[in-house]
């Protein structure tokens, strides 16, 4: 520490160094507005972000969200021969195609893409006829009609169904049950993509010898 001393008349008088004064370390004008400019610019990217990531947020749970199409049988039809059964060789004659109308409903904001689906008919929980759905394009919120012609095959009928289907049509009336599954995928902006698989199980109990459907119950699932 260096001290000063001054000749007076008397001697000389040391003079302490001015004490350093931590609050008389204000920067100049121009340094304080720099800093204040900076801590406002960060305060306002911060701000920004946050507003981005809310926004991005909204989006993904509203625009973004994959809803699952709905598969809704719209009309069944019959067409064919009423079933005949012979005597005395028990032999059952059957000629019956299952036409179903179904109406597939993108609830999305992008393009539903199905694939190669699949109509499968069921009697007793044994397949006796199938069909292959064609593949489609379904724009965003707009619905779709898909044709599945089922044909009932009595070849494919075992010796324990034939008996009961005997039954059935001696009965009056025959119940079987559809199923179709049709697999697809959504995309959106052109590089997400989501797999969804939708299905349509359908009680349907046909009268004989008019062939006309008494009864449809019909249950719509969707897997992501």
């Known amino acids: 520490m260096t001290l000063n001393a001054r000749e007076t008349g008397n001697g000389y008088i040391v003079t302490p160094p001015p004490q350093f004064d931590p609050k008389n370390t204000a920067l100049p004008r121009s340094d304080q507005k720099k800093r204040r400019s900076c801590k406002t610019a960060v305060i306002a990217t911060i701000l920004i972000l946050l507003v981005i990531i809310l926004v991005l947020i909204i989006v993904g749970v509203t625009v973004f969200k994959v809803r699952q199409p709905r598969t809704q049988v719209v009309s069944a039809s019959l067409e064919g021969v009423a079933p005949r059964v ?3 060789a028990v032999r059952i004659e059957l000629n019956v195609t299952l036409n179903l ?6 609830r999305n904001h992008a393009t539903f893409k199905s694939g190669d689906g699949e109509g499968v008919l069921l009697y007793q929980g044994n397949r006796v006829g199938d069909t292959q759905l064609h593949p489609g394009l379904i724009r965003a919120k707009h619905t779709s009609t898909l044709f599945c012609l ?5 070849d494919r009928f075992a010796d324990n169904n034939l008996t009961a289907l005997m039954s059935d049509v001696v009965g009056g009336q025959l119940q079987l ?7 697809g995928r959504v995309t959106f ?5 989501k797999h969804i698989v939708s299905t349509s199980d359908c009680q349907i109990v046909i009268g004989f010898p008019d ?9 719509n699932h969707n897997k992501l």
């Open 101 to 106: 109308t179904l109406l597939i409903q993108n």
């Open 211 to 219: 062939l006309n459907i008494k009864s449809q119950d019909c249950k």
């Open 86 to 88: 012979s005597f005395p």
């Open 177 to 183: 049950e559809t199923k179709t599954r049709i697999p």
């Open 189 to 193: 902006l052109g590089i997400f993509h």
């Open 150 to 154: 089922l044909t009932v095959e009595v």
